[in-house]
């Protein structure tokens, strides 16, 4: 249900039902839940490209789980926690997450590519808070904490109360996305980003994820701060702080430490 292509440390992960354009069964959603649960004890894996196969990037639930036998309330409920669970392990896995969304990434899809770190979006791209269209609310699996810390709360009610979908070059427009590129472009689109991404220490990108997850929610400017201080003492305390100083003064590529003892760059 999903395809995941190693190339050095960024994994390139594509879901894999381009017949229902990558929509949420059982089985997507666990093999999903399955990988993002794996990356915290993941230390060779620093990037993670996620992607959809054929026309979409995820049109959310598979509906056909809707018309297997009645669940009870127990049943439903440990499917939607399940499926919610998959934005929260990667919101806060280590790794930096890259989604390249293109044609319609709808309800689940959409929520995952809001909890994604960065967005690049195809020409194709539309996105939209499907659930309450289908008679649920549009607060779900994590839409309504991600879309309005992203397009602000005016935005994120006119979306999610209607449902419509926004397209490529609005999203661009309200920052919703990085860039946007040709569909077939996409691939290359991400390709400086993640080589900008492999020059920082691994150490360093991921308390830089991690504090700045954490600086959005923060009471204060201080509790930021705090954050802040204490992730630059730990780096300045490795090697990798040295190397990249010295990479610097001598116009060159670091070579860092941690990443050699992890038998090499990417």
Known sequence: MIRIEKRGTVDWVTLDRPDRLNALNRELIDALHGYFSDLPQNKDTRIVVLRGAGRAFCAG??????????????????????????????????????????????????????????????????????????????????????????????????????????????ALQLGLV???????????????????????SPLGLRLTKECLRMAIDAPSLEHAIAMEDRNQVICSGTPDFAEGVAAFFEKRRPAYASELVRGGQA
Do not use: W
Request: aromatic share 6%; charged share 20%.
């Open 178 to 200: 990085s860039r946007v590129v040709a569909d077939d472009a996409l691939e290359a689109a991400a390709e400086p980003i993640i080589d900008s991404m492999l020059t920082t």
């Open 61 to 170: 639930l598979d509906l056909d789980i809707g018309a297997e036998d009645t669940p009870s309330v127990d049943e439903r409920f440990a499917l939607q926690r399940r499926i919610a669970e998959i934005v929260m392990k990667m919101r806060y896995c280590p790794q930096a997450i890259i989604s390249l969304v293109h044609g319609p990434a709808c309800g689940g899809g959409f929520a995952m590519a809001l909890a994604s770190d960065i967005r690049i979006a195809g020409e194709s791209a539309r996105m939209n808070a499907a659930f309450i269209r289908l008679g649920l609310s549009a607060c779900d699996i994590g839409v309504s904490y991600f879309l309005p810390r992203l397009v602000g709360a005016s935005v994120a009610a006119e979306l999610m109360m209607t449902g419509d979908f926004i397209q490529a070059d609005r």
